[in-house]
C-alpha cells in the first residue's frame, strides 16, 4: 500500500470522528495561544489530521491522491522504493509543521485564532509535484486549463495576496508557507532537481 493512500486513511479516520467529538478536535487543533503556553507544539502536527466538515476533508484528501501518488512515485525513481516513500512521507509531515509555524508567531496573543486542516501539507505536495512537472497541464478550479509552472505562479501570488487581504477564514498563511516549504525540502533532499526543473522549463513542452 501506497504512503499516501495510508496518509489519507489515517486522515480520514482521525477527521470523521472529530466531526462529533469536540474533546478530540480541541485538543489537536492549532491553537497558538494554548501552544506558547502549555507547550503544546505537537499541535502544529496533529491539527493536518482535522478538518472542519466532509467537503474541507473530501477536497483536501483528493488532491493529495491526485498529486501525491505522483510525487511520491517521483521519490521512489529518484531515491529508491523505501527510501523514497520514508521521504515523501517526511516531507509531509514537515511541510504541515511549517506551514503552522509563521501563524503561531502571528497569533500566539491572539486568543481567538484556531486553524485545522491538511492543506499546508497538501500544498507542499502539489509545489513539489510542480518541480517534477512543471509543463504538466492542470486544471484551475478543475475546469479552466493551465500548465503546472504558470497555476504554481498564480497560485502563490493569490495565497500571498489573500494571507494579508483575505476576510474569507480561510488559513491562506498554511497554504502560502505550505507551498513554499515543500519546494524547499524537496530540493533539500535532492539539489539537483532544480537544475532538472529548470531544464524541464527551457526544453520542455509549454502547452502552446
Not at 479552466?144 to 501570488?157: C, D, S, T
Request: aromatic share 16%; proline share 4%; glycine share 8%.
Amino acid at each position: 500500500m501506497s504512503v499516501t493512500i495510508i496518509i489519507v486513511a489515517i486522515t480520514c479516520l482521525i477527521s470523521i470522528p472529530a466531526f462529533k467529538n469536540r474533546s478530540l478536535f480541541d485538543q489537536f487543533k492549532h491553537h497558538p495561544f494554548t501552544e506558547k503556553r502549555e507547550k503544546e507544539y505537537y499541535r502544529w502536527l496533529t491539527s493536518g489530521f482535522l478538518h472542519g466538515s466532509e467537503m474541507h476533508l473530501g477536497i483536501n484528501m483528493f488532491v493529495l491522491y491526485q498529486f501525491g501518488s505522483a510525487v511520491e512515485t517521483e521519490f521512489q525513481g529518484v531515491f529508491g522504493t523505501s527510501t523514497g516513500a520514508i521521504l515523501y512521507l517526511v516531507m509531509y509531515l514537515l511541510t504541515i509543521v511549517l506551514a503552522n509555524t509563521p501563524t503561531y508567531f502571528k497569533h500566539q496573543d491572539n486568543l481567538r485564532y484556531a486553524a485545522i486542516g491538511a492543506s499546508g501539507g497538501v500544498s507542499g505536495v502539489l509545489m513539489s509535484y510542480v518541480l517534477f512537472n512543471p509543463w504538466n497541464m492542470l486544471g484551475l478550479f478543475f475546469v479552466i486549463p493551465m500548465p503546472a509552472i504558470v497555476f504554481a505562479i498564480l497560485y502563490l501570488g493569490y495565497e500571498s495576496w489573500a494571507a494579508k487581504n483575505a476576510k474569507d477564514n480561510i488559513g491562506h498563511d498554511a497554504h502560502f508557507w505550505g507551498a513554499v516549504a515543500g519546494v524547499i525540502i524537496t530540493l533539500i533532499f535532492k539539489p539537483s532537481i532544480y537544475m532538472e526543473f529548470v531544464r524541464s522549463l527551457l526544453h520542455g513542452s509549454p502547452w502552446w
